[in-house]
């Protein structure tokens, strides 16, 4: 093998290892932050109202601030409890909204579930 070739294939193996440290950090940035201590309607309370300020905007935030000030709910919004996964569905709105419709699914089939059990 030449010295070219040689570093032809350095080359090759250095750009398909950095190709794969960066598809796994775009993947990783998708994660969203571990929801621990939270309820499962907490969560979805959370991932509503973050579908809400990037629909409706800045003006909608700084309302819901105001008017949910003290409300012990909503102290995601001031970086309480849930505050990181808020941030992380306001930063990932495909994904949030993805994982939001997966529950309300999930909870029509288990509603479903349940009268069928009856």
Same mark, same amino acid.
């Given at each position: ?47 509503? &109202? ?24 909503? &102290? ?43």
């Amino acid at each position: 093998m030449t010295s070219s070739s040689s570093d032809a294939t350095q080359a090759a193996a250095a750009a398909a290892t950095l190709a794969a440290a960066l598809e796994e950090q775009e993947h990783e940035e998708q994660e969203p932050p571990p929801a621990d201590g939270l309820e499962p309607n907490h969560v979805q309370l959370i991932r509503n &109202t973050a579908l809400g300020v990037i629909r409706n905007g800045a003006q909608f935030a700084e309302w819901l601030q105001t008017k949910r000030r003290g409300d012990k709910q909503y &102290t995601f919004l001031f970086k309480g409890l849930g505050h990181d996964y808020y941030q992380w569905c306001l930063s990932n709105p495909e994904e949030c909204k993805r994982l939001e419709d997966a529950a309300q699914e999930q909870q029509a089939d288990d509603a479903e579930s349940d009268s069928d059990a009856s």
